[in-house]
């Protein structure tokens, strides 16, 4: 292999490497705490249809808004405290904030908080 294309590999494999490690980190802080309640989207293991994972959702007595294009996450409700807890007891592997669509979810929804809350939200 040529140096150049081994420069461009290694370049290559960086970026991933980084992006990889922001895109975990960023997951993890925006998973919900144990207490949280009100409108999330549940993540549950691959591997698990929609019928096994909706079944687990409905054991938390949570109201379903919505199936996700994932077959192994969903759109749940619940005022309730503690409802993130109860989803992760059912099986749920993440739990994270619905957000509305925004500029800043735009490549990916990140559940934090926007960067600039001037802007306007759409949908």
Do not use: K
Not at 7 to 17: E, K, Q, S
Not at 28 to 56: H, K, M
Not at 63 to 76: G, Y
Not at 88 to 117: E, H, K, M, W
């Amino acid at each position: 292999m040529a140096a150049p294309h081994r420069l461009a590999f290694g370049f290559i494999a960086a970026v991933l490497l980084l992006w990889a490690g922001l895109f975990g980190w960023t997951l993890q802080r925006a998973a919900l705490p144990p207490e949280a309640s009100g409108r999330v989207i549940a993540v549950y293991p691959f591997g698990w249809n929609e019928t096994t994972v909706t079944a687990a959702a409905m054991r938390t007595e949570a109201r379903l808004v919505r199936q996700t294009w994932l077959t192994n996450a969903v759109e749940l409700a619940s005022d309730d405290a503690g409802f993130a807890d109860r989803l992760r007891d059912s099986g749920a592997i993440a739990v994270y904030r619905a957000q509305p669509f925004n500029l800043f979810t735009l490549a990916g929804c990140t559940g934090l908080p926007p960067l600039l809350p001037s802007l306007r939200r759409f949908g």
